[in-house]
């Protein structure tokens, strides 16, 4: 390669990282919602957290960082919609129930069923011009939803925040249910972000719990408190549990946030508590 052709490419890189910064600059803090592994429902605390901080009047952004099973848009009921470019070329993110930004790789395949099928250079290189070309705005908080494990998505969230000099490094909330096998999992996701010193809001437990609309009697369908134990051992804040509720599988399904709902189901005032927990942390 000449001389000049790796000039350019240093220039080039140089004006890239100096938009990255300039998006970035204008987003106050980032979080990273993670799990050590699926079936968690870690895209419904993503999808709630980010309507909830909505709901107290923060200006929020959710970033679909889930490349292989993107599904955000459905949880916030804006499938089936396109991206399009502003006038000066940026990536304007689709609207959900007027207040949310959203941007997610399901935008940018044919359909439903067309499989990702890219290697962790492609991914990381989608990551950086969701972060970088997006018009996210001034934003309160940008939500980011990974996929399970400590894989290229999160690695490559984290690293490209984290490299930009003067920017807020990214937050992280653990996702997990009580069963020791995903407990398991879940410890090595908090231990990834205690290696790329991100800050940890917490550890949710999901699925804590089920009361029966019968005989209103509580069932331990998945065990109980493992979530709660695992933080006191881990050292990290525990930011609450959440029960089963038929139906915000329902309401997830048709793409309306459960705290959307009125009433005083035992999952909303549990999942309030949670936000509450959040909010605190800023």
């Known amino acids: 390669m000449s001389e000049e052709n790796m000039n350019d490419q240093e220039q080039k890189k140089a004006m890239m990282k100096a938009k990255l910064k300039k998006n970035l600059s204008k987003i106050k803090h980032t979080i990273m919602v993670m799990s050590g592994k699926g079936g968690v429902g870690k895209s419904t605390v993503a999808a709630n957290l980010a309507m909830s901080l909505a709901k107290e009047g923060y200006s929020v952004g959710v970033l ?9 848009p459905k949880v916030l009921g804006v499938e089936n919609q396109k991206l399009m470019a502003d006038e000066n070329g940026a990536i304007s ?42 018009n996210w705005g001034e934003l309160d908080f940008l939500v980011v939803d990974l996929p399970p494990g ?9 690293q490209l925040i984290k490299d930009v ?7 992280a909330i653990v996702v997990t249910t009580p069963q020791d096998v995903a407990l398991l999992d879940s410890r090595k996701s908090v231990e990834f972000a205690k290696a790329l010193q991100l800050e940890m809001l917490g550890i949710v437990e999901n699925m804590s719990g089920f009361v029966c ?4 009697k509580a069932i331990d369908l998945f065990k109980v408190g493992g979530g709660k134990k695992a933080a006191e ?7 609450g549990a959440i029960p089963i509720d038929p139906q915000v599988v329902e309401d ?16 909303n005032i549990a999942f309030k508590r949670i936000v509450e927990n959040v909010i605190k942390k800023f």
């Open 64 to 72: 679909d960082g889930d490349i292989h099973g993107p599904n955000i």
């Open 93 to 134: 993110p689709v609207k959900a129930f007027d207040t949310i930004k959203v941007i997610s790789v399901g935008y940018l395949i044919e359909n439903q069923d067309t499989p990702v099928i890219w290697r962790g250079p492609l991914k990381h290189s989608v990551m950086a011009q969701f972060l970088r070309d997006v």
């Open 150 to 158: 400590t894989g290229d998505e999160p690695l490559s969230v984290a």
């Open 165 to 171: 000099d003067g920017i807020e490094a990214p937050t």
């Open 213 to 216: 609309p019968h005989c209103a």
């Open 233 to 239: 051992e881990l050292n990290v804040p525990f930011l």
């Open 252 to 267: 997830t399904d048709q793409g309306k946030p459960f705290v959307n709902r009125d009433g005083n189901a035992d999952v």
